[in-house]
């Protein structure tokens, strides 16, 4: 009789140890990757939004910060479950070559001309992106350029080609750093160069040294971001359920509201603009 109760009390404690064996593997396995840029993880934005959606839905987020061609990379290889970036042309792009089924517009803000103040290509209050990077050209003004193939750096790109600007390799004065948006900055204050920044991140930027936003305004300036799940199709690995809810909830109205409640020194760093 005893040596029955024993048993049974032991197989009980197995299946226990099992059940709960299995019920914390559950738990852990509820989690996604989401490969974003450095702009939306330097300005401190994952930390304001993603404390409210891990304790609703109990999906934990690990971002993998990189500049936006580098997140599109991760995802094209399959090792992200969600991809939320800023550069609309490679979005697109990403989608037509089916690694996701759709692009989904999230939230804005616009890009900066950050320079000296002792401007020495004389841009200060300018309104227009192209006329001020004819005159830092002209000037041969040092440009301190990310160089990271992120969103950031295609849409500064695209400005210089807007401007007939054609930067000469290894030209004295334009000078690529090869890295993500706060340590491009850093770069930028001590050497007293001029760089395109989102807002978001100049705000939260400390080390500003004698830098100062010198041309915004201009409606080419303006900086969407958009979302996407990666094809569980192409990749069956991607956690479908839980990436797409984490999509569900930042164009839900608790998201939007979420991410317009970030402030920084008081001033709004996105705008939510998913479509209802």
């Known amino acids: 009789m005893l040596k029955t109760s024993f048993l049974r009390h ?23 990757i989401v490969s974003s840029t450095t702009s939306t993880e330097q300005s401190g934005l994952f930390g304001h939004i993603l404390p409210p959606f891990e304790k609703k839905t109990g999906i934990s987020v690990k971002v993998v ?14 090792d992200a479950d969600v991809v939320f970036v800023h550069d609309k042309v490679a ?35 300018g309104k227009d992106i192209k006329v001020a990077l004819q005159k830092i050209a002209d000037s041969k003004s040092t440009f301190a350029s990310r160089g ?3 969103g950031t750096h295609a849409a500064e790109l695209r400005y210089w080609k807007d401007a007939g600007v054609d930067i000469a390799p290894g030209s004295a004065w334009y000078k690529e750093t090869g890295s993500g948006m706060g340590p491009a900055l850093n770069t930028a204050s001590a050497m007293n160069a001029y760089i395109l920044s989102d807002r978001a ?76």
């Open 10 to 32: 032991v197989t009980a404690s197995l299946a226990f140890a099992c059940i709960a064996t299995t019920s914390t593997y559950a738990i852990a396995q509820k989690n996604i």
């Open 65 to 78: 910060a990189v500049g936006t061609g580098q997140a599109l990379d991760i995802g094209r290889r399959g």
């Open 91 to 125: 979005e697109e792009k990403f989608v037509n070559e089916g690694f996701a089924d759709k692009r989904i517009e999230v939230m804005y803000n616009d890009f900066v001309l950050i320079g000296p103040k002792s401007d020495p290509a004389k841009i200060e209050g």
């Open 148 to 150: 990271d193939k992120s």
């Open 201 to 276: 991140t100049w705000l939260t930027f400390k080390n500003r040294g004698d830098l100062a936003i010198l041309v915004q305004g201009d409606p080419k300036l303006f900086n969407q971001y958009g979302v996407m799940l990666v094809s569980a199709a192409k990749y069956p690995q991607v956690k479908k359920a839980e990436g797409q809810a984490f999509i569900d909830w930042l164009i839900s109205k608790e998201g939007q509201d979420t991410i317009a409640s970030y402030k920084v020194a008081g001033e709004q760093s996105f705008f939510p603009n998913a479509k209802k």
